[in-house]
């Protein structure tokens, strides 16, 4: 069965500081990852996800991940964080046969501070 | 234009009622899935749908009844509601219901049962 570990509940930060968000999976089968951010009161959009190829993949609002086999993770990583970033994020998995069954992690709260 | 919307937003009840929360996506999707997110954000599917049919059925009590119209609308039926099944459900769609699909949410309806 999979499973998804993200090893941090609450991540404070500063306005401008760099933040990691940690995402560990565990999975007998090849995977597909996402990750997902959830604004206040709203429903969750993907902010990225990695299939294949490069293991680096990277979104719109400066948002990073590193897909890693031989440690099975998915870090999110930003530069440089602004208020907005405030949110909850989620890692997710979804193994490569099948339906397209989505496993969350518990989530990461990220708090921007001025 | 709204892409994933549900109603109501919110819902509150009596324990032992029977209610219902509509799901319907503009996005031309074949795929509709209903989560449950707990009271400490932890993210969990209940169902899917692909194109009227049902594909995921998780450990779901029998007291909700997932029912899809049309591949556009995806309701979420519970009888006898008890305390335990307060929590913000999230209705999503995908394109086709492959693993890589992105899945796209609503903004969730928040139930209290009382």
């Known amino acids: 069965a999979q499973s998804v570990t993200q090893l941090d509940s609450q991540v404070p930060v500063f306005e401008e500081a760099p933040v990691e968000l940690r995402c560990n999976y565990s999975s007998s089968v090849s995977v597909y990852l996402f990750w997902y951010v959830q604004y206040p009161n709203q429903g969750l959009q993907l902010l990225l996800k990695?299939?294949?190829?490069?293991?680096l993949v990277e979104s719109i609002n400066g948002f990073e991940a590193e897909f890693n086999k031989s440690q099975t993770s998915f870090h999110l990583r930003k530069p440089s964080v602004h208020i907005s970033d405030t949110a909850e994020y989620f890692c997710?998995?979804?193994?490569?046969?099948?339906?397209?069954?989505?496993?969350f992690g518990a989530g990461t709260r990220l708090a921007v501070h001025p | 234009d709204t892409a994933v919307s549900q109603t109501p937003k919110y819902l509150v009840t009596q324990m032992g009622n029977d209610k219902s929360i509509k799901c319907e996506q503009n996005?031309?999707?074949?795929?509709m899935y209903w989560y449950k997110q707990d009271s400490k954000k932890f993210l969990k599917i209940m169902f899917s749908y692909n194109n009227k049919e049902l594909i995921i059925n998780e450990t779901v009590p029998n007291r909700f009844s997932p029912k899809s119209p049309d591949k556009a609308h995806l309701n979420l039926h519970i009888n006898s509601l008890e305390l335990g099944d307060s929590a913000v459900y999230f209705c999503?769609?995908?394109?086709?219901?492959?693993?890589?699909?992105?899945?796209?949410f609503g903004p969730g309806t928040r139930l209290t049962v009382l």
């Open positions: 996005l031309g999707h074949d795929t």
């Open positions: 990695y299939l294949s190829g490069s293991t």
């Open positions: 999503a769609s995908s394109l086709s219901g492959g693993q890589a699909d992105t899945q796209y």
């Open positions: 997710a998995v979804s193994d490569q046969g099948g339906y397209n069954k989505l496993i």
